[in-house]
């Protein structure tokens, strides 16, 4: 399998642009909840006597639109420049606006694959990798195919292959229903709250959407990942894996 990196055309493509080194601390005094408000009482008396710092302390965060001259942003419908090195918005429109993600459906998909999956496990593919919507990307996998986690990652994120996604999301789920609601889990607890995923791909449905900011924090956080780090980073990726009776596949 050759993979040309489509991935990076996905994030210009939103024009969701990152700059920096990653965000100061990883840690937070009170974890956030959506569902949840803050009452010193309820954390001890030691702890209303300190300073706890808000869930966004070390995230870039913008009231509204952050317009610069030397930023054309008329034909975007939603878009953000972030310093992580500085915790800043550069520049941004339209940040919370619910868009379709497409694609960049797959930073997600990687994220909870990299956090409950081993590279070196070997996922099967079922009949559930087929991809019926006309003209989408697939590595067209067949039932049967077996590939490690490292080579899925390697093909998801470089080639977008949509059957790919499948193919991660029912082995480290165990179903793609529950690999998907990992996704939602996930999203939430970065703060991701105008984000929902109804598959692991980003193929066409009303019901999936996120937003300029969502894609900031989700993004934020999969470049914590190295493995996921060095896949975008490469320009192509060549590898043989094998069908149902054991014979080697190059594509």
Avoid: W
Wanted: charged share 20%.
């Amino acid at each position: 399998m050759k993979c040309i990196n489509k991935f990076i055309c996905g994030v210009l493509s939103l024009a969701l642009i990152l700059t920096g080194a990653g965000c100061g601390k990883t840690a937070y005094d009170v974890p956030y909840d959506v569902a949840g408000s803050f009452a010193p009482a309820r954390y001890g008396a030691e702890v209303s006597k300190a300073r706890l710092d808000a869930f966004a302390s070390n995230l870039c965060v913008a009231a509204g639109d952050v317009l610069r001259d030397s930023v054309n942003l008329e034909s975007a419908g939603a878009a953000g420049l972030f310093s992580l090195k500085d915790n800043e918005v550069l520049c941004a429109k339209n940040l919370n606006e619910k868009v379709y993600p497409a694609s960049l459906t797959k930073i997600m998909t990687a994220i909870v694959a990299l956090e409950y999956g081993a590279m070196d496990q070997e996922l099967v593919a079922t009949d559930n990798v087929k991809i019926t919507e006309s003209g989408a990307a697939t590595a067209k996998l067949a039932a049967g195919d077996h590939v490690t986690l490292d080579q899925a990652l390697h093909i998801l994120l470089l080639a977008s292959a949509n059957d790919v996604a499948n193919l991660i999301a029912e082995n480290i789920g165990g179903s793609i229903s529950q690999f998907i609601d990992m996704m939602n889990q996930k999203a939430v607890s970065l703060g991701a709250t105008n984000t929902h995923f109804v598959n692991a791909h980003g193929l066409t449905d009303l019901d999936h959407y996120t937003t300029a900011y969502d894609m900031y924090l989700i993004f934020n956080e999969a470049v914590k990942h190295p493995e996921f780090l060095q896949i975008i980073n490469m320009n192509s990726y060549q590898t043989t894996y094998y069908d149902k009776n054991g014979k080697s596949s190059y594509r």
